[in-house]
């Protein structure tokens, strides 16, 4: 018998054959015989039933509901919750800030020419070290030493999106790293002081205001050495920064007039002062504008003379270009004092109106839909024009998105990122996590590349970039590792945990959908639950088996919920 | 006989190959400096605006000297590349310069996106080109396409047909001895849907499982070394996955691999010479390793944009335009430069500045398209495409040419952007 991928896949290719990226919009399938085969089955489609104003918001501004977050929520009312979330207190997240306190990470490498080796479980001590101590850690000789703030932050990034209180600042913080992504493979400067990134430059103004949070970064060593501003100087200067932070960072490429190149008078609205986007010109004269912003390094600077070695970020007048420039169709007059031309160009583009609907759209794109409805998009661009100059401009843009009716009127229009997925999971059966390079191996094998995406894209945010053949099947195996010993990342005793008047199949189908789902399942899910529970046994009798297999089916079935189409979508 | 059961269909052996190549397109993400990789190295103009930052064509670091050049320059292949120089003297290996995306973007990602989706005008189409030739040809094999990455390149967005992996015996579920197979029953009935989800969850349980019944050796053995210096082993192990997956005969038709790191802004001279040291040996040895293949094997290696032609202070290169491809195979007609050479005066430059394009990328992928991979359907694929003018890259016979858009504009709805 010959094989052939329509026979193999039987139905199921012929209703692939449309392709449609639209979550839910049914492809469009040509009439061919295995089309009207493929129609006999019953097909599934996106989640029928809606989910509660409090699952959604628990799934979407938090990483899952835990146990109790739910009636939590529904007892304080949605808009409560949100204003709380919005104000994050560290000092009332005893429990978030104890796991990261006692946690330690194993260190391991051989000794070299300046260091002896070192094979230890150590604590996270670099995440709230000043710059001259984690300056020096760049200058160790073992790499090992300097990435350690990196896994060091990776393990408190698991703690929080798992324990913390605050779960809405970490989703900000993911958030916004992803925004103003960093390879801190790039460099090992980057990796040596990269608490200094995400919670000196990103956390303090997550929820402040944009314009502040653009110098925070611009400055930052991190964005400094990944887009090569520090080694920018006059003559011709090194654009790499400038073309991101137009493109990525601010206006976003909708706002980019390629064909128009150099005609600045050309582009809508220049004449008047307020251009409609930005050209290749623009990104050459900012350029220019940020030549001089660096990294006090000790670098050689000609003439027998060297920058300071701290760290610090700082100006150095002799390499910038100080003629006249065209920025946004704004004349930048030459020789101006230290810093004010990039200064200038920030204010530019943080001010730009294309700026508020770049990042507005992406922030509905993470907390709503991969396609949010325009009408959130303009209400979330409006209150953050309006409040451009506030200290909360971003705080009250989130507060228009989250208490939108779009937002509690959305399900199923986003899938789970990897990280998202596995957090959700370990919050839902309350697990003891205590992270480890092997969860952040396993992370890193779905293609969610946590402080280590390659460009300065950051991670996409639709579905079909998280549906990859190989995506999925890393995403089942890693729920999978989780049970293993071995793995030593988590421990839960999920049968345990079954409260005593749930004792039919379908009692401990129907506890652990609710706890991990917060909504029922469709009838073609609920099915195979219940009979994966009963093994042919009567779905409303107590599971038949050894303490052991029912022990392992429990595991499993749990296992298996987390494998629904239900818990992937947000 | 390799058998197996998956979702109550039985099947038995891999389907006959096709007549069609295997195509594999390699790209290079980040912007390869065409002009390092293969240098006009006697261009005065070159020779002026790039100083330190070039091949030369003297003394103990010369660029290797490749016949048949463009306009009798002295083009040289990078000193690294020697691999490619011997797949070039062989004559499996064509090179076409001043090539790429005649659109103006110097955006990394724009200008990937226009090339990858195949519509220089519209980055936000909602299919890759890839993905609308594997419509076009209706594979009827279990396995036709894959992206030997963690994630799907935008050339394949869209495809249902194509599955994305890094390694092919790393291609499969792991789970309980006893309730892991069941749980894989359940969710082939879950994931039995229309929505994208539940398509790419049915899709990923049933190659698996197909792949997983021709039992891949684990781990894979190559008929050649390949190269293990660290900044090429994410290439290599690409590759060594898409000729495993050859071997496999599960009817692979299109493979796409992606060789970052090529975004030499700074300090070009040191990254570029180990990028083009890695690409080489692994190309070169990808294409040894799949001997037996060479008769119906086509590579093309591109990028989606050259870099400035004058060097900036940091000792890089900014975004630029015009570059380079590689097209690789046993019907290549290699050993010979294609394209026109625009020159690199400023009035010969893009915009003053960067090397101008004079073959559109979409002519060699045409070309390669209707002789090697039989389908005349240009206007499906590229639908902004207006003429066929093969330059004579590879071998193959010209089909009548059918340029209507079809479907596309249709039933491919775009993406909001």
Redesign the interface.
Known sequence: ??????????G?AA??????????????VEATGAAQHAQA??????PATMPTAEVIALNRIAYGPRPGDIERVQTMGLAAYVDEQLNPNDSDDADCLARIATATLHIQYAAGTDYPAVDEDRPLETLDQTLDVLWQRSKHGSFTERYRPVDEVRAATWLRAIYSKWQLREVLMEFWLNHFNVNTRADSRIAATWPLYVYGAIKPHCFGKFRDLLEAVAQSIAMQYY??NA??????????YA?ELF??HTLG??N?F??L??RWQDVPGAQEGSPAGYI?VD?YEAARAFTGWTIADGKYVGSGSYLPDTGEFMYYDGWHDNAQKRVLATEFLHNAPPLQDGHDVLDLVARHPGTARHICKKLCQRLVAD?PAESLVQQAVAVWLANVDDAAQIQKTLRTIILSAEFSATWGKK?KRPFELQVAFLRAIGAEVTPNSSLFYRLG???YAMFDW??P?GMPD????????????QN??TL??LYSSSFGAATFDLRAQIPATATTSRQIVDYWVSRMLGYSVDA??YE??L??MAQGEPVDQAPVGSDTDLT??I??LV??IA???DF??R | MAGGRIGGLVFAAPHQPTTRDTLVVLFLRGGCDGLTLVAPTDDADYVAARGALRVENTGTNAGLLLSNPLANIDFRLHPKASALKELYDSQALAIVHACGLTNGTRSHFDAMDYMERGTPEDKNTSTGWLTRHLRAINPDAVLPAMAASASMPASLLGSVDAVATTSVPGFKLNGHYKYGPLQQDALRVMYNGNSILHRAGKSTLDTIAAVQAQNPANPYVPDVEYPTDSYVRGLVDSLKAIAQMIKLDLGLEIATVDFGGWDTHESQNGVISNMIDGLSRALGAFYNDLAAYHSRLTVVVMSEFGRRLKANRSDGTDHGHGNVALVLGGNVNGGRMYGTWPGLANEQLDNRVDLAVTTDYRTILSEILVRRLQNPKLGYVFPQIASYNPLGIVQGNDLPIDYSAGLYSTYLPHLQK
Not at chain 1, 2 to 7: T, V
Not at chain 1, 41 to 46: K, W
Not at chain 1, 231 to 240: L, Q, V
């Open positions: 018998m010959d094989i052939s991928r329509r026979a193999f896949l039987g199921s209703v692939l054959a449309g392709s449609v990226l639209d979550i839910d919009q049914p492809p469009l089955h019953v097909l599934n489609s996106a887009l090569d080694t920018s100087r006059d003559g011709p200067a090194n654009e790499n073309r493109e990525l490429s909708d980019y390629n064909d190149y150099d290749d990104v396609q899938v094998q779905t293609g390659p460009t894209t639709i579905a079909a970039a998280w549906l990859s053949t190989n995506t999925i099947m089942w195996n999978y590792a073609s899910t195979q639950l009979s994966f392992n089916r595991n499993n296992m298996l494998m629904t189409p992937q979508w």
